[in-house]
T-cell receptor, first 117, second 112 residues
Framework: AQKVTQAQTEISVVEKEDVTLDCVYE???????LFWYKQPPSGELVFLIR??????QNEISGRYSWNFQKSTSSFNFTITASQVVDSAVYFC??????????????FGSGTRLSIRP | DTGVSQDPRHKITKRGQNVTFRCDPI?????LYWYRQTLGQGPEFLTY????????KSRLLSDRFSAERPKGSFSTLEIQRTEQGDSAMYLC??????????FGPGTRLTVL
């Protein structure tokens, strides 16, 4: 069955520290997408990244970086030099394909990140 | 570029009442999805439309739930005879084909 596990329920760090959010997934699909979404206190889910299962290159976007390792079924997210505005719940997610060629997203339970000034 | 919008943002209702939520997707997006998120959990898929056709429904979508997308544009999600267990955030997302799903701000439902 498709599953996403975010073992870290809550993380609290001091501003400017680096922090890594862990994500492990299970899938029976040979082709799939992995995602990270951010949910700030306002509640809206903000898309951060989508990664194709065939593309194992790590990605960096400003202070954000993602480490995809297919061999360990992990897709970890690192925030460098964290800021208070990074405080949010972060969801790792996985696509699951329908027969109709579309897909739904399977979300993990989220990691609540608090950045203390 | 207008994102996904949802209305209302908050709804408080009494048990047994019917409620209806609306979602307006990003204008060129042909796929529309509904998810439900309970406190402390990630969103869970409810149903999916491609244009006006409802192609997938989760087992979470009981007979009291119905969704429509009459002209392939906006969508409505109706819950009949609400129960306290229906209290949740209802999220709508849209995508252009198999591209990334973008989410709206959600409708928070509280059933008293």
């Amino acid at each position: 069955a498709q599953k996403v596990t975010q073992a870290q329920t809550e993380i609290s760090v001091v501003e400017k520290e680096d922090v890594t959010l862990d994500c492990v997934y299970e899938t029976r699909d040979t082709t799939y997408y992995l995602f990270w979404y951010k949910q700030p206190p306002s509640g809206e889910l903000v898309f951060l990244i989508r990664r194709n299962s065939f593309d194992e290159q790590n990605e960096i976007s400003g202070r954000y970086s993602w480490n995809f390792q297919k061999s360990t079924s992990s897709f970890n997210f690192t925030i460098t030099a964290s800021q208070v505005v990074d405080s949010a719940v972060y969801f790792c997610a996985l696509s699951e394909h329908f027969a109709s060629s579309a897909s739904k997203i399977i979300f993990g339970s989220g990691t609540r990140l608090s950045i203390r000034p | 570029d207008t994102g996904v919008s949802q209305d209302p943002r908050h709804k408080i209702t009494k048990r047994g009442q019917n409620v209806t939520f609306r979602c307006d997707p990003i204008s060129e997006h042909n796929r529309l999805y509904w998810y439900r998120q309970t406190l402390g959990q990630g969103p869970e898929f409810l149903t999916y439309f491609q244009n006006e056709a409802q192609l997938e429904k989760s087992r979470l979508l009981s007979d009291r739930f119905s969704a429509e997308r009459p002209k392939g544009s906006f969508s409505t999600l109706e819950i009949q005879r609400t129960e306290q267990g229906d209290s949740a955030m209802y999220l709508c997302a849209s995508s252009l084909g198999s591209n990334t799903q973008y989410f709206g701000p959600g409708t928070r439902l509280t059933v008293l």
